[in-house]
C-alpha cells in the first residue's frame, strides 16, 4: 500500500504565501507524476499543478506565474509554493501521485487526505 501526507495547508491573507508538502510512504517502485488538485465548495475537483519524474511541470492557468510545484524523486516528496494567493485560491487541496508499487505493473493513481487553504481578503 502507499501513503500519501498532505502538511502545510492553514489561514493567509490576500497576497500571502503558503506552502504545501507531500511526501508518499509504503510499497514504492517509481511515482511517474506527481501532483496538487484542489476542490472548492460546490465545485469539482481540479488540477493545480503537475510535475513528471523528469521535471516536466503543468500549470492551471489560473496559479501560472503565483504556484510552483517541484519534487525530490530520492525521498518521494513533493512541494507547491502558492504566493500572492487570492481569495478564490481557497479550497482543500490534495496531493496525488500516478505510482507503480511493482516494476513489472501499470501505474495507478493515489490521494492524499487534503489539507484546508483559506485565503481572507
Known amino acids: 500500500q502507499v501513503q500519501l501526507v498532505e502538511s502545510g495547508g492553514g489561514l493567509v491573507q490576500a497576497g500571502g504565501s503558503l506552502r504545501l508538502s507531500c511526501a508518499a510512504s509504503?510499497?514504492?517502485?517509481?511515482?511517474?507524476?506527481m501532483g496538487w488538485y484542489r476542490q472548492a465548495p460546490g465545485k469539482q475537483r481540479e488540477l493545480v499543478a503537475q510535475?513528471?519524474?523528469?521535471?516536466?511541470?503543468n500549470y492551471a492557468d489560473s496559479v501560472k506565474g503565483r504556484f510552483i510545484i517541484s519534487r525530490d524523486n530520492a525521498k518521494n516528496t513533493a512541494s507547491l509554493q502558492m504566493d500572492s494567493l487570492k481569495p478564490e485560491d481557497t479550497a482543500v487541496y490534495y496531493c496525488?501521485?500516478?505510482?507503480?508499487?511493482?516494476?513489472?505493473?501499470?501505474?495507478?493513481?493515489?490521494w492524499g487526505q487534503g489539507t484546508q487553504v483559506t485565503v481572507s481578503s
Open positions: 510535475i513528471t519524474s523528469g521535471g516536466m511541470t
Open positions: 496525488n501521485a500516478r505510482v507503480r508499487i511493482r516494476s513489472y505493473q501499470g501505474p495507478r493513481d493515489y
Open positions: 509504503g510499497t514504492v517502485f517509481s511515482i511517474d507524476t
